[in-house]
């Protein structure tokens, strides 16, 4: 089986700071996502990549920047953080084939002073 | 565009009593995949149960559900919650294969089981 490593676990910025956010995964899958957790607004999609070198914006985009160099990483930037922003960043990558299962890593959470 | 509503935000049961959580979808693709992710607090989300075969019931680790087209349900259910099934569950659709790579997830069911 494969894993999904997000770091950090936690980061606290501060308001204006660019803060950078990296997910490496050893599946050897394709696509690869950043998702948004708030609470009651379910996981909202920030970028996603079909494969090295390529990005697509998800509804969520605005505000953020993303990165995929490697097959294996993918790293979401927030361009400049809000202050009192407290969120959850959910990386997550699935193989191809069609419709297959996302996995997760166990997130980041940001926190911005 | 497709679409995933899941209409309990929360959702507090006694243990023992039965859980049903609701999923409704809409899409145009008659070959959609539905999942339920399930996310346990300090953990990373994960599959739970998923099934894109009309009237076939699906089951892991206790829960099920099945598919229902007719309706755009894939409602998820139990017979008898436990404590540890207090988690945050997640429904999601995926359409045809080639064409879309972004899931949509529905917001969310917090389920909280107390004794």
């Known amino acids: 089986g494969g894993i999904i490593t997000q770091t950090p676990k936690f980061l606290i910025g501060q308001e204006g700071q660019k803060l950078t956010l990296k997910c490496q995964q050893n599946f050897n899958h394709d696509t690869m996502y950043w998702y948004r957790q708030d609470s009651g607004k379910g996981l909202r999609l920030i970028y996603y990549s079909i494969t090295e070198n390529d990005l697509q914006k998800g509804d969520l985009s605005e505000g953020y920047d993303a990165s995929r160099e490697k097959k294996s990483s993918f790293s979401l930037t927030v361009t400049s953080a809000q202050k009192n922003e407290m969120a959850v960043f959910l990386c997550a990558s699935r193989g191809t084939g069609g419709p297959e299962t996302l996995y997760f890593g166990s997130g980041t959470r940001l926190t911005v002073l | 565009g497709d679409s995933v509503t899941q209409k309990e935000g929360l959702v507090t049961l006694t243990e023992g009593l039965p859980v049903m959580l609701n999923c409704t979808y809409q899409?145009?693709?008659?070959?959609?995949?539905l999942f339920w992710y399930v996310h346990y607090l300090n953990e990373s989300p994960r599959l739970l149960l998923k099934s894109s075969t009309d009237n076939k019931r699906t089951e892991h680790q206790g829960f099920h559900a099945t598919l229902h087209k007719s309706s755009s349900s894939f409602h998820l259910q139990k017979s008898s919650a436990q404590l540890s099934d207090s988690a945050l569950y997640y429904c999601?659709?995926?359409?045809?294969?080639?064409?879309?790579?972004?899931?949509?997830f529905g917001k969310g069911t917090s389920l909280v089981v107390h004794p």
């Open positions: 899409t145009i693709y008659s070959n959609a995949f």
């Open positions: 999601a659709l995926s359409d045809t294969p080639g064409g879309n790579y972004k899931p949509t």
